[in-house]
């Protein structure tokens, strides 16, 4: 089976703090996403990957940044965490079929 | 962006019958997806329908397509507690859009 991990399911960080959330998918795919999940917004992308050191703007990427070193691995980067980035953090990967496999969730708290 | 839109918002029914969720979409797709949510948890892939399908099926799962009226339903049948999540409309091809999503509750 696919398996999509998060580095953290619960996170607490101060407004202006550098943040880093981890995804790691262990399927050898090609395309990782990431997204955030608010009440009443549904699933927004926010950073998507083809392929290793290539990122593509999701639909707000603003405030974050990527990376994507290893094919296994994509990183979300809040620079300065601010207020309005607390949210659930959804990560997800796939592969030939277009099939979206997601990690648990991380959901981050700024104060 | 393309955008998915699920309906109705909000479902309660019994156990035992059957629930019936829709999505509307605005662009052509290649293909359309149905995702499941746990609460607080990531989202599953139930089903996956392609643009020269019309109708596909998966064990209590009936999931139809309609290009022409830019819709797609998931029918659950026989409805458990257990099925209690929200459920996802996503579309497009490597990359999805999702809409708000279904919030369907299974009462015992």
């Known amino acids: 089976d696919v398996k999509v991990t998060q580095s953290s399911r619960y996170l607490v960080k101060r407004t202006g703090e550098k943040v880093f959330l981890e995804c790691v998918q262990d399927?050898?795919?090609?395309?990782m996403f990431w997204y955030r999940q608010d009440p009443g917004l549904g699933l927004r992308l926010i950073y998507f990957s083809y392929d290793v050191k290539m990122k593509e703007k999701g639909d707000i990427p603003e405030g974050y940044s990527v990376s994507r070193e290893k094919k296994e691995r994509f990183s979300l980067i809040l620079e300065s965490a601010s207020t309005n980035q607390t949210s659930m953090y959804l990560c997800?990967?796939?592969?030939?079929?277009?099939?979206?496999?997601f990690g648990p969730g991380t959901r981050l708290t700024v104060l | 962006s393309q955008q998915g839109e699920e309906d109705p918002q909000a479902l309660s029914i019994q156990e035992g019958e059957n629930a019936t969720m829709n999505c509307s979409y605005k662009t052509s797709i290649n293909n359309l997806q149905w995702y499941r949510q746990n609460s607080g948890r990531g989202l599953v892939h139930l089903i996956l329908?392609?643009?020269?399908?019309r109708e596909k099926h998966s064990g209590r799962l009936r999931v139809t397509l309609d290009t022409s009226k830019k819709s797609s339903s998931l029918l659950i049948t026989a409805s458990r507690a257990a099925d209690t999540a929200s459920y996802f409309c996503?579309?497009?091809?490597?990359?999805?859009?999702f809409g708000e999503g279904t919030q369907l509750t299974v009462n015992p």
């Open positions: 329908i392609r643009s020269n399908e």
């Open positions: 399927m050898d795919h090609e395309n």
């Open positions: 997800a990967s796939s592969g030939d079929y277009n099939e979206q496999f």
């Open positions: 996503g579309e497009g091809g490597s990359r999805l859009t």
